[in-house]
């Protein structure tokens, strides 16, 4: 209860800031750390979008786009495969279209810090290329 507070007031201050600023990368960038915490993925990944929209080389917000798809979709098998037991192929390939989303956000981000400096992306690039079977 007192976390939820804490971030709907986080929420609150980052949205205010946008209104007077829509081109705050950061305020965007938080609103969108808050909906991730919540697990309200598209709402994360349109606010880390803009925060990128707003400065294309911004690392974070380009590697939390991706985080987003990869929770997007660990989160829809999951729902899925515990509905059904098995995917169908349809289930499968809105599963690829999420991981493959991912990717190439996740490429985006090896391409801004080629060495890992400011973000661990390769251990997760690795796992999404061999879901994708790369």
Same mark, same amino acid.
């Given at each position: ?11 609150? #201050?980052?949205? +205010? ?5 829509? !081109?705050? *990368?950061? @305020?965007? @960038? #938080? *609103? ?6 919540? *697990? +309200? %993925?598209?709402?994360?990944? @349109? ?13 974070? @917000? ?15 098998? !999951?729902? #899925?495969? !515990? ?14 279209? #999420?991981?493959? +989303?991912?990717? !190439? ?14 973000? +661990? %992306? *390769? ?12």
């Amino acid at each position: 209860e007192k976390i939820n507070h804490y971030f709907d007031s986080i929420r609150d #201050l980052a949205t +205010e800031e946008i209104k007077k600023r829509p !081109d705050n *990368k950061r @305020a965007w @960038a #938080l *609103k969108g750390e808050i909906s991730m915490q919540n *697990k +309200e %993925w598209d709402e994360a990944i @349109a606010c880390f979008r803009q925060a990128v929209a707003i400065d294309s080389s911004y690392v974070q @917000a380009v590697y939390d786009v991706g985080i987003c798809y990869v929770s997007k979709a660990e989160e829809l098998r !999951d729902s #899925l495969e !515990d509905s059904r037991h098995k995917l169908t192929k349809s289930d499968a390939n809105r599963i690829k279209v #999420l991981y493959q +989303e991912a990717r !190439d956000w996740l490429v985006r981000t090896a391409g801004l810090d080629e060495n890992g400096q400011l973000i +661990e %992306w *390769k251990k997760i690039l690795d796992q999404v290329n061999k879901v994708l079977g790369l």
